[in-house]
Structure formats: C-alpha cells, structure tokens
C-alpha cells in the first residue's frame, strides 16, 4: 500500500533531482531459485520511453542440492553436496519511480535458461521463463540521488529440466536414489548493488 501510494505521488516538478539515475547499468547480486542458492552478474540498457522500460542481461552460476549425492552410510553423509550449474535470462523491464525517496518499483519478465551437468539432468539446457517484481532503492543525500542502488525481487521461474539421473558415480559414491525434482523451479529470490555509469 505504502509503494503504491509512493509511485502515485510521484511529480517529477518537485522530485526532479530525486529521479533514479536511468542510464547503463552494471549490478552483482544473489538469488534463490526455490531451493537453489545462486550468484548473478546483470547489464541493463539506459531506460527508455519516458524511463519507464529497460532491456536487462542477467547470468550466473547456481547450485543445485544434490542429494543423490549422498552415500548409504548415514555416518558419512555430507549434507551440503551442491552441484553447480550455469544461468542466463533476458528481461523485459518496465518501472515507476518513487516520490517519498529515490527509488523505483519495477516488474521484470523474460525468458531463461539453466546449463546442466550430466550429473545432475539428463536435459543439458532448459529453457524456462522468469519474472519479478522489485524495488529499487537509491543512495544519496536529501537533494540528490546517487548512482548506487540496491534492489530486492520477488517472483517465481519455471524451467523444463528435472534432477532425472538415477544411477552415477559422483564424488562421493553410486547410489540408486533419484529425486526428479524441477530445477530452477518455483519462488525466485534475489538481492544485491547496481552501479549507474551515468545519469
């Protein structure tokens, strides 16, 4: 509610120095897939029609709880076994600025992509689709906005691959269990910096 009444107020008469900075964008940030912990590195286009839209590149790594890892013997089961595994996406980008501090709320949505290891999928690379919506907010003084910012997301993904090996040698030992759970599938977290080059 207190967004909505923030992104309605906006007069860009009176916040004009308080605009967010719209032009090329470089951001570092963490995500969480559902269950998957992961790192992202993002290029966003200079903003377009009147700042409200952008063009964003995001990519990273992720890493997948792989459980069939396990051995049978509980006494030597290490239950932070990950595999990792690689993903990119192209986002469609459309925001409003805040009034009551520089800022902006925005919803993201593209498609995505999630580069698998033999270990983990027998499907290599999954194309899926990903969409958020975030809030953008900016460093600076009471006058003027930075060209800093951090962002929070919120949303979901969904990707055609699941966790369908049954039987492999990993690097702990074969077992026969196979979970078939989706793979970059279900709530999208994420987090982090984007640094503006210029206004």
Partial sequence: ?????????????????????????????????????????????????????????????????DLRSLPDDAGNQAFDARALYGHTRLLLDGAFPLALMPGRLYAAVGPSALFLPMRVSTTRVAIGVYGVVGLELFAGTAYRSSAFSFFFEIGASAHAATADVADRTGPIEVTDLTIDRPIGTGLALAGGLRWYLWR
């Fill in 1 to 65: 509610m207190l967004l909505a009444l923030a992104t309605s107020a906006y007069d860009p008469k009176i916040d004009t120095q308080l605009v967010p900075a719209s032009g090329l964008a470089l951001g570092v940030g963490v995500q969480r897939l559902q269950d998957e912990f992961g790192l992202q590195l993002q290029l966003t286009s200079p903003r377009f029609v009147d700042g409200m839209l952008a063009v964003r590149i995001a990519g990273g790594v992720g890493w997948y709880p």
